[in-house]
């Protein structure tokens, strides 16, 4: 089974800890922690592990095939869908406000950014929809590996998709700010907003 790690985290949806309710509204969360990234040599050298009777030069480059000629069908109008893992499209970020005369429409303008948004596969077979992707897996708590002294390559930066400042449970440390990934479950409409009911990270 495999093994998601991560570190508990305290946090009031909406506030920062200089706020005068933080305190009585905080509360804990869990946030994953990425130990390491693979880059596209890296997955190539584990496919071929499985027992692929191609080298790792050619899974590479066939790897490398398939992300260019994905952007080129993505700026094609065209959504790319991986049997048994999900379907990558784009959606319009658009200028806050949008415009009301549809005479004064300018898509130069309009359009502020592309972003790459992923769909995960919701099929009987290969479900990965947030909650059958978590049946998958199985957790880990950080602070039970190493003594708790790992530390992370990577991790996500923010756990609240809003304004909240995070307190790491297990150093201390906060986190606050407002980024989300590039690759999320997303809808296209107004200003390109969330449309997901599992795209949250905390809550439901």
């Known amino acids: 089974m495999s093994k998601i790690i991560y570190r508990k985290v305290r946090?009031?949806?909406g506030l920062k800890t200089t706020d005068a309710n933080w305190e009585q509204k905080a509360t804990y969360y869990a946030k994953a922690v990425s130990l390491e990234t693979m880059s596209l040599r890296d997955m190539a050298k584990h496919i071929t592990s499985h027992g692929s009777p191609y080298t790792v030069d050619v899974v590479v480059g066939v790897l490398e095939a398939f992300r260019s000629c994905c952007i080129e069908q993505?700026?094609?109008s065209k959504k790319v869908k991986v049997e048994g893992l999900g379907t990558f499209y784009v959606t319009i970020a658009n200028k806050?406000?949008?415009e009301k005369d549809i005479t004064k429409f300018n898509i130069a303008t309009m359009a502020?950014?592309?972003r790459l948004r992923f769909l995960p596969e919701t099929t009987t077979e290969e479900n990965l929809s947030s909650r059958e992707f978590l049946k998958k897996a199985k957790f880990v708590d950080v602070a039970s590996l190493a003594g708790g002294n790992v530390d992370p390559e990577d991790e996500e930066t923010d756990t609240t998709n809003d304004n909240s400042?995070?307190?790491d449970d297990n150093t201390g440390g906060?986190?606050?700010g407002s980024g989300t990934g590039t690759i999320t479950p997303g809808g296209d409409n107004g200003g390109d907003s969330g449309g997901d009911p599992d795209a949250g990270d905390f809550g439901g």
């Open 11 to 13: 946090t009031a949806p």
């Open 74 to 76: 993505l700026l094609e």
């Open 96 to 98: 806050e406000g949008g």
């Open 112 to 114: 502020t950014g592309l």
């Open 165 to 167: 400042t995070v307190v």
């Open 174 to 176: 906060t986190n606050s």
